[in-house]
């Protein structure tokens, strides 16, 4: 009889849930897809049902038309998009839409927590509460919806919610519970401290667990609903990015992760719990047991070129729109883009700033703008670099993933602009590919994660930096480097007007 295993990796745009074998084998993938809510400028939210229904269908399809036997399916766990608040009521209903990573409308609560803890919450959470984790959006519900607030019992990220449908267990892994902001990381618990300075009941914070722990089996009512077996064991799971580094064998500290999905990525495994980049850069518990990362998030990655094509490229297919980014040099004939569509997390935390297109001339053309796009995005990550750079940080590989990383044109644009090597993985499913490693390793089928990611992670071609087109990106990253500074003031401006006459 075959065993696989499944991972969910549940993100932004969609859900793809990838089974696999003993071997290593992607035997059979199915996504489906589910809207963003964007009701204002600053709002972004999901409909928890929505990842429930995507979650549910790509199963029964893998079960269906894939010919998967619900009885060969060992073990399933999880890669979640990160930060997004769900609230559940007693009977644990979901009280609200999802507050997604990708909402910045919580500016005023992340001042009001930097002006009550300082730099004591960064020596708690090692970071800072900006817009997009948990903590300022659950102290937005209660001043802003306190009648959901009061009937708030329980709240959980993406995918513990998934998790919860499908075993009736409440849980949290502590990579993700990294990214709420509420955890005491050094003593791996939550924080006491922070939930008394704004009056959150720690009850509220469900149980954590490590990504490989057993959080049981398929429930009844789940497997009624799904076509899957009780027998099959569920897995914590972990934060999209830390499984993303499990699945891309980012497993030790000379090798960084650069990811493009709606958002973008820069990660670095780290062993050391004390490192500090004053939470410049994020930092997490991994998915591997007593080990950590630091990342820098580029908030509108993969979405900038979303944003790009919805906008002015219907016509066009996704594939035809990035290839024609190559009848452009590199450059984009001295045009520059800068991805700050919904505000910037990394280097710069700022909600307020906007994109631009710098340089327009008369006789640019669509694929210079495409061009621009795909190598402003890469320009913000190589921002991120240069703060390891600044810490004496070495690596020599660099690790693609996500959506971005389907192109060959990008690739060879990242090795350009970050000046060294970087590598795709013979299957993109980076994420997918972690969460189920989650559920291998969890299941005993290997000893550890190293082990597991000799069989299941597979490196591609290798993209080797131009050094005539490295020396004309270094260039032209200086001048992308001033483009925030000269744009903030304007930003501003501009919103205020908007907010305005909104
Ligand atoms: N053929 C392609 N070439 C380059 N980029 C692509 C291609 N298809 C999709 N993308 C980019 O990949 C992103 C989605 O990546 P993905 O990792 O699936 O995101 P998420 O996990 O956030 O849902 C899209 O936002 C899009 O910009
Ligand atoms: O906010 C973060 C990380 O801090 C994002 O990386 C989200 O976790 C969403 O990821 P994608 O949907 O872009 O994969």
């Known amino acids: 009889m075959s065993e696989y295993v499944l991972g969910v990796d549940l993100g932004t745009s969609a859900v793809k849930v990838s089974a696999m074998d003993r071997s290593g084998e992607i035997v059979a993938q199915q996504s489906f897809d589910y809207p963003l809510i964007q009701s204002r400028p600053e709002y972004s939210e999901q409909n928890p049902e929505d990842w429930i229904s995507g979650t549910t269908v790509a199963i029964v399809r893998l079960i269906l038309d894939d010919h998967i036997k619900p009885a060969e399916i060992s073990g399933i766990s999880f890669s979640g998009q990160m930060h997004g608040l769900v609230l559940l009521d007693e009977n644990n209903q979901v009280l609200r839409p999802a507050i997604l990573w990708n909402d910045t409308r919580t500016t005023k609560q992340r001042k009001e927590i930097e002006a009550k803890l300082g730099n004591k919450f960064i020596d708690i959470t090692k970071n800072r509460p900006l817009e997009g984790f948990t903590l300022p959006k659950m102290l937005w519900v209660k001043e802003n919806e306190p009648n959901i607030w009061s009937k708030a019992k329980t709240f959980l990220l993406p995918k513990d919610y998934v998790r919860y449908r499908m075993t009736g267990q409440l849980a949290m892994d502590y990579s993700d519970a990294t990214g709420t902001v509420l955890l005491d990381v050094k003593n791996g618990q939550w924080s006491q401290e922070i939930c008394n300075a704004f009056d959150i009941p720690i009850s509220m914070c469900p149980p954590l667990m490590q990504s490989v722990d057993s959080a049981g089996h398929i429930s009844d009512s789940y497997a009624i609903f799904s076509g899957l077996d009780t027998h099959t064991e569920v897995f914590g799971g972990a934060a999209d990015n830390a499984a993303g ?138 921002d991120i670099m240069d703060i390891y750079d600044q810490n004496h940080k070495e690596f020599d590989t660099v690790v693609a993933i996500g959506g971005g990383a389907k192109s060959p044109l990008w690739l060879q644009i990242q090795a350009d602009i970050f000046n060294k090597k970087v590598v795709s993985l013979t299957n993109e499913q980076g994420p997918g590919m972690g969460a189920a490693m989650i559920a291998a390793v969890g299941l005993g089928w290997f000893k550890d994660f190293q082990e597991c990611a000799e069989k299941f992670v597979h490196f591609g071609k290798s993209y080797v930096p131009n050094p005539e087109n490295a020396e004309k990106y270094a260039q032209l990253h200086q001048i992308y480097s001033q483009v925030y500074e000269q744009t903030k003031s304007i930003s501003q401006q501009l919103l205020a007007y908007r907010r305005a006459n909104d």
Do not use: C
Not at 327 to 343: F, K
Not at 362 to 371: L, Y
């Open 245 to 382: 580094a499990v699945g891309a064998g980012i497993l030790s500290p000379n090798m960084v992760l650069s990811s493009i999905g709606t958002s973008g990525v820069v990660l670095k495994y780290e062993e050391d719990p004390n490192v500090d980049y004053h939470g410049v850069l994020q930092f997490e518990d991994h998915a591997i047991p007593a080990s950590y990362y630091s990342m820098g998030v580029t908030l509108a990655a993969g979405y900038s070129l979303n944003w790009f094509k919805r906008t002015f490229a219907q016509e066009q297919s996704f594939d035809e729109m990035v290839a024609s980014a190559g009848d452009s040099p590199v450059g984009a004939n001295g045009l520059l883009y800068t991805p700050y569509i919904v505000g910037e997390r990394a280097p710069y935390a700022d909600a307020d700033i906007r994109g631009s297109f710098t340089g327009v001339d008369g006789t640019h053309k669509k694929h210079d703008f495409v061009r621009a796009v795909m190598e402003g995005i890469i320009f913000s990550f190589r």
